[in-house]
């Protein structure tokens, strides 16, 4: 072999080794999540004693369904336009659930998806809507609109067009609100981070020459 093929083999496999250790590290990793899971944070929260344990876990909890709502609230339209294609293509109440449990966002999805598993064991839509609506205050509308097409038999097209542009109106709202603060959030680093750091690479460095020349 030539010397530059010898020399590509050793840089190759001292590049592959941190890689190959690394993805070994992640499957090990893997292997043990499946055989043993951990007890999350919020139980061993709940297991915790006196009054500190308890207020952590209801900031975590707050904490948790806030993030819940606002990733719903994301995805709402999305899933809104995935039910009014099969509401509109001639689908039921629970086969519009059906498949907005399989082919909506994530956080969407899995909300639909208990509602599922809640009729396969037995239990009626609305039943399984109302829970819904209780669980998740965001999917509340879509849950009353489902609800009364399923009792009623009530045309639920209309209203689910008109609640996903409700829901896209909202996300912009929301999404302004953002970018109105977003200047406000930016004065903590420019104030205490940007204007020392140029004070010091600019104010300073004059300051101690001229004190040099005194």
């Known amino acids: 072999m030539s010397l530059p093929l010898l020399l590509g083999l ?16 992640v499957a090990v990793r893997a292997r043990l999540s499946r055989q043993a899971r951990p007890v999350p944070i919020a139980g061993r929260l709940r297991r915790a004693a006196g009054p500190l344990g308890r207020v952590l876990r209801d900031g975590f909890g707050r904490r948790a369904e806030r993030r819940l709502a606002v990733e719903l609230e994301r995805e709402l ?64 509308p879509l849950a009353e609109i489902l609800t009364a097409g399923t009792r009623l038999g009530a045309p639920a097209s209309a209203a ?27 004065l903590f680093p420019l104030v205490f981070l940007v204007l020392p750091a140029f004070g010091l690479l600019t104010v300073a460095p004059a300051l101690l020459s001229a004190m040099s020349r005194l």
Do not use: F, N, Q, Y
């Not at 039910?83 to 449990?101: I, R, Y």
């Open 10 to 25: 050793a840089w190759g496999g001292i590049v592959a080794a941190p890689i190959a250790g690394c993805a070994r590290r």
């Open 77 to 140: 339209p999305a899933a809104l336009d995935l039910m009014v294609v099969a509401v509109g293509a001639g689908a039921t109440p629970a086969a519009s659930v059906a498949l907005g449990a399989r082919w909506a966002p994530s956080h969407v999805g899995a909300a639909l998806a208990r509602v599922v598993a809640a009729t396969r064991l037995g239990g009626s839509l609305v039943d399984a809507l109302a829970e819904l609506a209780g669980d998740c205050p965001a999917l509340a």
């Open 160 to 186: 689910l067009i008109r609640l996903a542009d409700e829901a896209r109106a909202g996300a912009r709202r929301r999404a302004e609100t953002r970018a109105r603060t977003l200047p406000v959030k930016l």
